[in-house]
């Protein structure tokens, strides 16, 4: 589970807790006696930054995927070639790695989808040091503004989805030669006999290295009154906790906003997935199967192609009714329901086909209507699943940045938007307090998730997949 969280800490706060580890401001250094000299280079501010935290950030994608071709492969296979007097080095090399080969490319690629999409850590890494890519460029753009600036935007967005969309269709087609060649039950494993510790412990190393200690290092730094400050017993301070809760104020405003959107985009979808997948369930028409697929666009797609999208789409007044939603809050919210509609449905739609037919057919021979099955059987069915939903959905917008980045107005921020905002401005401790905040609400959902997982189908829960 700790080696899924890259995955559901936003981009922009792994960035500033890394940040907040290295450099000559690190108050954690500072505490040991190894932070570097005043006036030092931030390491973090270059490409090489940017590849690390991005390679970190989508380590968990990586994973999931070879992790499922893995424990495909049949437990008999590697058997055998081991009684056949095969070395274990001669199994990996032979046997799993060419077995593993299209689930790799697949990886790789959900790796360059999520990369190219990302906006928090180059925004947070590579705009200081004038290092720009794609969805960072986009940005710079459009506050820069400029007659045509609407032209250049939607050109460098249309590439991005075009470069997007050649992967993920590679991404598909490998993910289809990956065969399922295993028995269900016998998944493959191996005895690491006395260098299990060894391994075990190389591990929890590794991931303490690059999870937990930049995650202490940011704690320690929303601790401190001011940057560079020594945490001390004496300089021990809760002004940036205190000021996060003020009323009125900006990060209060935006707490709200957070969870009025997120909450309510999660509510939406359900209400909407619901008949949608009772629909899908009993057809299976071409209709159906273009719906699914047009679902899964906005989320495949960068955020900042979305958003540019949403721009264009809410820049005039809406037809017949007059009314202007470009720069309200509702732009970002529909935003919402579009990016993150695949995430909250397919817990639901997953559900729906699990279920044996032969419960509403018992419950129609006794009598039961249409609208009393889909009350006493369907839908209580239908509940652990859709709470996993909600829960999805308001994990990964409540701290979304790549959409909003584009679609935020003066009063509609986001929790997102400004702890990139006040890095940006030079803030760092009431970032810090920001981000320990949203750190200690996503742990708190994916424990919530993970206590509910035996009543949501299996492959719901990534870290439970």
Same mark, same amino acid.
């Given at each position: ?21 290295? /450099? ?6 500072? #505490? ?8 030092? =280079? ?13 390679? *970190?950030?989508?380590? +968990? ?9 893995? %424990? ?12 056949? !007097? ?62 045509? #600036? ?27 030669? #990956? ?5 269900? !039950? ?9 260098? &299990?510790?060894?391994?075990? /412990? /190389? ?19 929303? %601790?401190? +009154? ?102 309200? *809050? ?8 579009? &990016? ?5 449905? =397919?817990?639901?739609?997953?559900? #729906? ?8 057919? $018992? ?21 652990? $699943?859709?709470?996993? !939903? ?15 980045? %584009? ?23 009431? $970032? ?21 997982? &035996? ?11």
């Amino acid at each position: 589970m700790m080696f899924m969280l890259p995955m559901m800490i936003p981009p922009q706060v792994m960035a500033l807790s890394w940040l907040q580890l290295m /450099g000559p401001n690190s108050a954690l250094l500072k #505490m040991i006696g190894l932070a570097p000299d005043l006036g030092s =280079k931030q390491p973090l501010y270059s490409d090489w930054g940017i590849i690390l935290l991005l390679g *970190i950030q989508s380590a +968990p994608l990586v994973f999931l995927t070879i992790r499922t071709n893995i %424990l495909n492969i049949p437990k008999e296979l590697i058997e055998a070639a081991r009684l056949s !007097g095969a070395s274990l080095r001669d199994v990996l090399v032979d046997m799993i790695l060419p077995l593993c080969k299209n689930a790799i490319v697949a990886a790789a690629a959900i790796a360059f989808i999520s990369a190219l999409g990302n906006f928090g850590i180059p925004a947070m890494l590579g705009i200081p040091a004038s290092f720009y890519v794609l969805p960072t460029l986009v940005y710079q753009k459009m506050a820069d503004f400029g007659p045509t #600036m609407i032209d250049q935007v939607a050109s460098i967005s249309v590439l991005i989805a075009s470069l997007s969309l050649i992967v993920v269709w590679l991404q598909n087609y490998f993910q289809r030669k #990956m065969q399922i060649m295993g028995l269900p !039950g016998k998944p493959l494993s191996f005895k690491l006999g006395k260098g &299990r510790i060894w391994i075990e /412990g /190389g591990i929890a190393i590794f991931l303490t290295l690059i999870l937990v200690v930049p995650l202490i290092a940011l704690v320690i730094s929303s %601790l401190v +009154p001011a940057q560079g400050v020594v945490l001390t017993w004496d300089t021990l301070s809760l002004h940036g906790y205190a000021n996060l809760f003020t009323p009125q104020s900006v990060t209060w405003r935006a707490f709200k906003n957070s969870f009025f959107l997120s909450i309510g985009a999660a509510m939406c979808i359900v209400m909407i997935g619901i008949p949608l997948a009772l629909w899908f369930t009993k057809s299976r028409s071409r209709l159906v199967n273009w719906l699914q697929i047009a679902m899964d666009v906005p989320y495949a797609l960068p955020g900042v192609v979305l958003s540019i999208a949403v721009i264009l789409l809410f820049a005039r007044p809406l037809p017949l009714i007059d009314i202007v939603l470009y720069g309200t *809050i509702w732009t970002i919210f529909f935003a919402y329901l579009s &990016r993150f509609f695949t995430v909250g449905f =397919k817990p639901i739609e997953s559900t #729906m086909m699990q279920m044996d037919d032969s419960f509403e057919e $018992a419950a129609q021979l006794c009598g039961a209507g249409r609208m009393q099955r889909l009350r006493d059987i369907i839908f209580p069915l239908l509940v652990p $699943a859709s709470f996993a !939903g909600m829960i999805l959905v308001f994990l990964l917008a409540f701290n979304e940045l790549t959409v909003s980045a %584009l679609l935020w107005s003066f009063g509609n921020e986001t929790v997102g938007v400004l702890i990139f905002n006040m890095e940006e401005s030079g803030d760092g401790i009431m $970032a810090s307090a920001m981000s320990v905040v949203v750190v200690a609400i996503v742990v708190l959902l994916m424990l919530v998730l993970d206590m509910f997982s &035996r009543y949501i189908p299996k492959g719901v829960i990534p870290w439970r997949s």
